[in-house]
C-alpha cells in the first residue's frame, strides 16, 4: 500500500506543479489505470492467447488459465472503448471466437465435485464470474462487430453458455444465495448485450416454478422450490440485504457478493432505465455499498465477523468499483473520493472518470463513518451490527463494534453480543476471524481448516459471556438459525455518550442476557473510555467465563497470579480445547485492573469482582495438530457458580510510547474504582471515579428503551430522574 | 513516523510548487525545525520555569523537571541565535542565574544509588548529560551576557559542576566507559564555552593518575588507576571504537554513546582547529557515524545485537545529529539525506542548515549501505561483525548479520556466530534483543529484567549452535572476555555470491566452531538463497542444537511431527527453562523442509538431514512469572550424541500473498535436494538442486582463506581446481 500511497503524491504533485498538459485527457488517477491495463494488456496480447480443454480444480493449469483470460477480455475491451483502437477489439473477438469454437463440445467439467459443475471451471459459480465479466467485454465491442461474427457468438457461446447456467442448472441459478446472484447476473448482463430479452426477463424473475421438478435439491439438500417461491436478481435484491443494507455473513462476504449486484446493476441502469434499479428498494445498492465501507477499522480493514479471512479491506481491488459506482450514482459523495485516491485504481468507466476528475479537482474529503447500527434479516428484524465511533485527543477515533445479529447462515459464529475494539492502531479487542488461509494450498488448499469448527466459530474465541463451557445455541446452527438477539438500545446523538445495548434471550436455554457498552468522550480522559455492562439472568448456577481477546504485551496487574510449569488445555470442548492456561489468580480485591501496552498505546481495563471470581491468562494452541492457530492470548474473568450475575468493566486507552525515544507517558490508568451500585430488573447503576476524585455514574434503564420514557432511581438516598435509556451524572 | 512522513511531502510539495518566497531565508526542514523548537519554547516561556530542589529517581517529578530544563535552555538559546530575539537570551540567562544561585547549596543527591550520585540527578551521568546540553545553550548566548553575568555563572555554576563532575569524582570521570566520555565532553565543552584551559585539559587527558587515589574503583570494583593509564576524551576515542568504528557494545549503545563524542567534536572543531578532532585516528567519529547508520535492518530499525531494545532506529531523534554531522563534516554524502528527510528534522547549526538545503536542492540519494565486516576491539583484533546485502526482484534488499564479535562487555550475549536476516518487510530470522522495556515502570521499573540473564543473553536464544545443553563460555562473563570468535573470511566483491565465515574455538572447551554463511543472487530464484555451513569439531559426544527463531506462522513441513498435549520446559537451565516444546519429529528423510509465512512473503528452509536427527519446534514463556518474555517461536534442529558434525541449510525467500488480494504466487520452495558432499580437515562441499534440475556445487577450504590460494579436491571422480576460499558450479 506504501507503494501506492506514494504513487499517488507523485503522480498529484506532478500534475498539481506543472499544469495539464494538452495531450492530458484523462485525469491522472483514471490515465494511470489505462497505461497500466494497456502494459498488462499489450503484454498478454504479444505473448498469445490459449484456451485448453477444462480440466483442473481451483488453482490448477486450465482454471487459472481461463480466469486470466476473462480479465484480459475485459482490460482489451475496455482500451479499445478508451483508445479507439481496433488492434484491442480484434484481440478480443478472436478470444471469444476461439470460445465459440470448443464451447458446445465441452462436456461437463470432470472434476465433478460441486453441486452445480460447470463447463469451463470446476463449478457454476466460476462460469457466472467469467460470464459477468466477459459480458462487459462483449459490450464493449458489441456494435464494431460484424453482423455474423455477433450472430455466430450469440449463438454458439453466449446464448449456450447462458442457458446452461439457467435452466441446465436450475438448483444453481433459483436459489436465493450469492452463487444465484452471480449466476442471475451473468444471464441477464450477457441477455442485455444481445438484447434478448427471454434471458433478461430470466435473471430478473428466475425460472418460473412450475418448470422446476419438484424434488430440485441445493448444495445443503434444501428443495429450491419450497424456499422463498421467488427467485432472481430482483428477489436477490430484496432478500439479501437487510433494509439499511447489512449482509447477513458480515463485510468480508458482502465484498464478494457485491460484485455481480453492482455490475449487472451499472448494466441495467444503462440499458433498462424502466427498472429504474439504483432506487429499487429504496436505492439499496447505495447502501450496500455504504453499508460495506462503514464496516470497517480506522486503518480500513473489515470487521471481522464470522467467517472472514482478515486483512480484507476497503483498499482491495475488488472494492475499486464498489467505491466508484456508490460515488457516481449515488450523491458524489467526496468522502468516498479519498477511499479511491488510496486505492489508488478506478473503474475504466465513466464512474470512474468521474471518481478521478473529482479527485483531481481536489474535491476528496477524508472519509469519516458515523457510528450506526445495522439491522439484519431481510425485513431488518433480526438483530443486527452496532458500531460506535469516538473521537479523542490527537484526531484519534475509537470504534466499538457490537454484533446482535442473526446467525449468518453455513459462515456464522456463536458469538452474540460479542464485541471488538479499535483505534488508528488496528485492532485493540479483537476477533479471531476465520480459521482459514484463503488459496493458500500448504494449509489444507486453502479451505476452511477443521479449527474453523472446532475454534473460530465458538463462543470461547470471542468476547462474550460463555456460560458452563458451552457455546451459545449449543454450538449448533440449527439452533443458532432459528434464533437471533435483539437490538435493545443505539443512542449516538451526543458524541460524548455513546450506547449500544442488546439482549439475547435464546443463548442458554431459560437464560437471559443483556449487554451494553458506552463510548464516553470526556476530557478527563485522553481517549474515549470503554464501559461495559454484561447482564446475565437465569436460575440454574454455572460458571460465567468473560474472555478479552486483547493484542499486546501484558504489562501489570493489581493482583497476583500464579504461572504455570506445565501447561494443559482448558477444557476439551467448544474451544476451551484449544487454550492453554498460562496464569491463573483467585483475586482478592473489589476491582481487577489489567494493564497491557499494544503498538504504542497503553490500556487499562479496571473491572467489578466479586469474592470468588477468577481471572484466567489463556494462549491459544493446544491441539492444534498442523500449526493451523494463531497463538493469540486472552484475560478470562472466570465467576463460578452463578445464577444470576452481571459483569461491569471500563476500559481506558491512554499514553504513548515510541521505542524511538523511550519515553512512556501515561502508561498507567486513572480509574481507581469501579462499583456496580445497583442491578434490578428495571435498572443498573454503576460508577467509576478517576484518581483526581471526579466520579461518574452511569445508570440505565433495563425494560425500556424509549427515548421519552421517565424514569427514577434511588441510589444511597439520592434520588435521580431522568428520560431516556440511559443517564450520566458527573461529580467533580 | 507516518505523520513525518506526510509532512515532509507536504513542505516538500509546496516549496517545489510555490517557489521560495521572499521571506523564506531558510530551507523548508530547517525553517520547520526553527518552527516547531518556536512553538514549543515560547510554551515553556508563557509557563515559567522552575528549578526544585533534587529529590526523585529516573521517571520522578525532580528529574523529568531537570531534564526538560536542559532541553529548553538549548532550545531557547537556539532560537536566539537564529532568530536575534532577545527575550530567549534573557530567557536563558535566567534560568541559568536560578541554577547558579542554588547549585552550590545542594547537597549530594539523597537518593545515594549510584557509584557516582549526582546533584541536580541520582547520578553523575545525568549530571554530565545536563551539562553537555547546557554548555551549548551557554555558547550561544555567552557574548550577549555581560561581564558580571558571565563572571557570576562561571564561578557560582559552571566551574564548581565542571570540578563536582571530575575531580570530585574520578571514579565517574577518569575510566574508558561511555558515562566518562559524558564527563569528559561536559567538562570539555563548558571549558571550551568558558576558555577555561584547565578545564579543556582535563576533558581531552583526564585527570593525572597521580592524582588519584591509589584504590579507587568503578561500579564493577574495578581498579581505575591500573585500567590503561590513559584517560580522557582522546583516550576514548581511541578505545572505544574499533578501527573501523565498531562499538564493542552493538549499535543500540552506540546510539546513545555517540552523542556526547559527536557533541564536544562539534566544538572541539569549532574552537579547537589544532586537535584537528574529525581527523583524529583517520576521522574515527566519521566511521562511527557510517558504522551505526550501516548496522540497521531496511526498514531502518538498529540490528538488537546484544542488549538492545527493539525498534530504536536510525530515524530516533538522538540519530539526527550524527546524520547530520556525518553529512556536514565528512563529505557531504547524498545517501545520508535520505535518512535526513525521513527524520523529519535537522540540528539548529550549520550542519543542519546544509542538510536541509542539499535535500531542498533534491541531491538526496537512497541510502544504500554496502556489504560490510567490522572488526572488534581497540585494535580491531578481536572478532568483529559481519553484514551481507543482496539485491532480489522487485528491488528488494535481503540483509545477513553474522556476529562473531567479542563479549561486548556486561551488555554482551553468549551468542558466537550467531546471525539474523532482514528483508524489506523486516526480521524474518529474529534476534531476542534485550528483555528490558526502557523506562517503562511497569516492568521492573524500566531497569533489565531477570529475564534478560536467565534467557535474552543465552547462546539458545539465538541462532546459533548450543551444545550439551549449555551457553557459550558457560555463560559466564569472566570467560567471554577472555575470548573472542575469528574472522574467518569475508567475500563481498562478487553480487551474486557473497560470502562471511568465523571461526570460535573456545566457546566450548575442546571444541572448534566455524559457521560459514552465502548470499547467493542467481536468476532461478526471486531472492537471494542463505546458505548455512555450520562445524562443529571435537573429541566428546554431545547434543547439538541449532534453533532458528522465524517470526510467522509455520504452514508445512515435509516430515510428520507430534504436537503435545501437555507443555513442559525443554530444559532447566541457559535458557531452556523459558521453552515450550509445542512439537516435535524424529524425521526419516535426508532433507528437513520447512515453509513458512511472514508479512505477506514466503520463505522455505531445507537442511541437511542425518539418521537420529530430530526437530523441535518450541514457544518462548515458560517459567515467565511476569509476562516479561514475547511468546517467540523456533524451530530447533537438534542431533544429538555426536562429537563432530556440520548443519547445511538453505533458507529460500519467495513468493507473495496480500489478504486483500487472496492470490499465493509462488508459495513453495523450489529447493529440493540439499547434501553435504565433502566435509574434512581441508575442505567442506555442498549440492543443493533446483527443481527444474539446475544444480549448484559449492566448495569451501576451511584452513586457507586467502585470495589466491590454490585449491583442488575432487568430488565423485571429478576434480575441481579453483583459487580463493570458496567455489560455486552450477550445472544447468
Not at 286 to 312: C, R, T, V, W
Not at 375 to 384: S, V, W
Not at 407 to 426: I, V
Amino acid at each position: 500500500m506504501r507503494k501506492y500511497l506514494l504513487l499517488f503524491f507523485v503522480v498529484i504533485g506532478m500534475w498539481s506543479c506543472t499544469g495539464k498538459s494538452a495531450e492530458s485527457v484523462h485525469p491522472p488517477l483514471f490515465a494511470e489505470e489505462l497505461a497500466r491495463t494497456q502494459v498488462q494488456i499489450d503484454g498478454f496480447m504479444e505473448q498469445g492467447f490459449e484456451v485448453p480443454t477444462p480440466k483442473d480444480m481451483a488453482g490448477g493449469y486450465t482454471h487459472e488459465v481461463h480466469k486470466q483470460n476473462w480479465k484480459t477480455l475485459q482490460g482489451a475491451a475496455a482500451l479499445y472503448r478508451h483508445t479507439g483502437e481496433e488492434r484491442y477489439a480484434e484481440f478480443v473477438r478472436d478470444i471469444l471466437l476461439e470460445y465459440a469454437a470448443v464451447y458446445r463440445s465441452w462436456p461437463i467439467h470432470p472434476t465433478d465435485r460441486s453441486y452445480a459443475t460447470g463447463k469451463i471451471f470446476w463449478q457454476c459459480l466460476n462460469d457466472a464470474n467469467w460470464l459477468v465479466y466477459v459480458s462487459l467485454a462483449y459490450n464493449d465491442i458489441y456494435d464494431w462487430l460484424d453482423e455474423a461474427t455477433r450472430k455466430k457468438l450469440n449463438e454458439e457461446l453466449f446464448r449456450p453458455m447462458a442457458d446452461f447456467l439457467s435452466v441446465e442448472n436450475p438448483q444453481f441459478f433459483n436459489r436465493i444465495h450469492n452463487h444465484s446472484t452471480w449466476g442471475n447476473a451473468a444471464v441477464g448482463m450477457i441477455g442485455l448485450v444481445m438484447d434478448d430479452d427471454e434471458l433478461v426477463q430470466r435473471a430478473l424473475y428466475g425460472i418460473p416454478v412450475d418448470q422446476l421438478p419438484d424434488d430440485l435439491r441445493d448444495d445443503d439438500a434444501g428443495l429450491i422450490k419450497s424456499e422463498t417461491g421467488r427467485a432472481g436478481f430482483l428477489a436477490q435484491l430484496d432478500l439479501s440485504f437487510s433494509p439499511d443494507g447489512y449482509f447477513t455473513e458480515g463485510p468480508y462476504y458482502l465484498r464478494y457478493a457485491l460484485s455481480p449486484f453492482l455490475l449487472f446493476g451499472r448494466l441495467l441502469a444503462d440499458k433498462r432505465p424502466d427498472i429504474n434499479v439504483l432506487e429499487y428498494r429504496d436505492g439499496i445498492l447505495g447502501k450496500a455499498i455504504y453499508g460495506m465501507l462503514s464496516q470497517a477499522g480506522p486503518q480500513g480493514d473489515f470487521f471481522p465477523l464470522n467467517d472472514s479471512q482478515k486483512g480484507m479491506s476497503v483498499y482491495a481491488p475488488e472494492v475499486v468499483k464498489a467505491v466508484d459506482y456508490g460515488y457516481f450514482y449515488y450523491g458524489k459523495d467526496p468522502e468516498l473520493l479519498s477511499i479511491a485516491a488510496r486505492q489508488g485504481s478506478v473503474t475504466l468507466d465513466a464512474a470512474g472518470l468521474a471518481v478521478a476528475a473529482a479527485i483531481d479537482a481536489d474535491k476528496a474529503q477524508p472519509f469519516r463513518p458515523a457510528s450506526v447500527a445495522y439491522t439484519d434479516g431481510p425485513e431488518g428484524t433480526e438483530g443486527g451490527v452496532g458500531v460506535l465511533r469516538a473521537d479523542g485527543v490527537d484526531g484519534q477515533t475509537s470504534t466499538l463494534v457490537m454484533k446482535y445479529s442473526a446467525q449468518g447462515m453455513g459462515h456464522g459464529h456463536f458469538d452474540k453480543l460479542a464485541y471488538s475494539f479499535y483505534n488508528e492502531t488496528g485492532e485493540v479487542i479483537q476477533d479471531y476471524g476465520a480459521a482459514r488461509w484463503v488459496n493458500i494450498d500448504q494449509k489444507g488448499g486453502g479451505r476452511y481448516l477443521e479449527e474453523n469448527n472446532s475454534w473460530a466459530k465458538q463462543s470461547v474465541a470471542h468476547n462474550t459471556l460463555v456460560i458452563g463451557g458451552t457455546s451459545h445455541y449449543n454450538g449448533d446452527i440449527r439452533i443458532g438459525e432459528k434464533f437471533h438477539p435483539d437490538r435493545y438500545a443505539f443512542v449516538a446523538d451526543d458524541a460524548g455518550l455513546q450506547l449500544i445495548s442488546a439482549k439475547a434471550n435464546n443463548v442458554y436455554p431459560g437464560r437471559e442476557l443483556h449487554r451494553s457498552q458506552w463510548l464516553l468522550a470526556d476530557p478527563a480522559f485522553a481517549q474515549p473510555l470503554l464501559i461495559d455492562v454484561f447482564r446475565s439472568k437465569g436460575s440454574v448456577a454455572a460458571t460465567h467465563d468473560l474472555p478479552t481477546w486483547y493484542h499486546g504485551q501484558l504489562l501489570q496487574t493489581n493482583f497476583p497470579y500464579v504461572t504455570r510449569n506445565t501447561l494443559v488445555s482448558l477444557g476439551e470442548k467448544h474451544g476451551y480445547q484449544h487454550l492453554w492456561t498460562e496464569a491463573s489468580a483467585r483475586p482478592d480485591t473489589n476491582v481487577l485492573r489489567i494493564n497491557f501496552f499494544n503498538e504504542g498505546v497503553f490500556y487499562t481495563q479496571s473491572s467489578v469482582a466479586r469474592p470468588g471470581d477468577e481471572m484466567l491468562f489463556v494462549r491459544l494452541g493446544a491441539n492444534d495438530p498442523e500449526f493451523n492457530l494463531r497463538r493469540d492470548q486472552a484475560f478470562i474473568h472466570r465467576r463460578p457458580g452463578v445464577s444470576t450475575t452481571t459483569f461491569v468493566s471500563v476500559l481506558e486507552t491512554h499514553g504513548d510510547y515510541d521505542p524511538r525515544e523511550e519515553v512512556a507517558r501515561d502508561p498507567y490508568g486513572h480509574v481507581t474504582e469501579v462499583s456496580l451500585l445497583v442491578d434490578s430488573e428495571a435498572y443498573t447503576a454503576i460508577s467509576f471515579k478517576h484518581e483526581n476524585g471526579t466520579t461518574w455514574r452511569l445508570l440505565l434503564a433495563n425494560q425500556d428503551a424509549t427515548g421519552n420514557a421517565n424514569h427514577e432511581l434511588t441510589i444511597n438516598g439520592t434520588a435521580y430522574r431522568w428520560s431516556g435509556v440511559h443517564h450520566l451524572i458527573k461529580i467533580d
